[in-house]
């Protein structure tokens, strides 16, 4: 059991910042993988940013290298996408989730948040 809360969305201009965050929770909690993914309109879902509980490596799609990255905060058991110098191609419908394994494929991912829409204006 895995529950996510996300926050952090909203409307900006583009070349502003904004934070995203996902609380998580769950007596395993551990064991699981940690992501962003995000769904433009008439797009697919893609995988934006990964990391893990332990360890110092992560995951970020060669689209946002540079302007949005993903950390932890283990004490609070959440976990941050920092999205910088945004872009109208931002624009999206941001979703947390947790897996045993995420991939830029994972389409079955176990745990979603109920997703934070971002909007970036020109």
């Known amino acids: 059991q895995v529950q996510l809360v996300e926050s952090g969305g909203g409307s900006v201009q583009a070349g502003d910042s904004l934070r995203l965050a996902c609380a998580a929770s769950?007596?395993?909690?551990?064991?699981?993988?940690m992501g962003w993914f995000r769904q433009a309109p008439g797009k697919g879902r893609e995988l934006v940013a990964a990391?893990?509980?332990?360890?110092?490596?992560?995951y970020h799609a060669d689209s946002v290298k540079g302007r949005l990255t993903i950390s932890r905060d283990n004490a609070k058991t959440t976990v941050y996408l920092q999205m910088n110098s945004l872009k109208v191609e931002d624009t999206a419908v941001y979703y947390c989730?947790?897996?045993?394994?995420?991939?830029?494929?994972?389409?079955?991912?176990?745990?979603w948040g109920q997703g934070t829409q971002v909007t970036v204006s020109s």
């Open positions: 989730a947790a897996d045993l394994s995420l991939r830029p494929t994972s389409l079955n991912v176990q745990y």
């Open positions: 990391i893990r509980w332990s360890g110092d490596s992560t």
């Open positions: 769950g007596r395993t909690l551990s064991r699981y993988m």
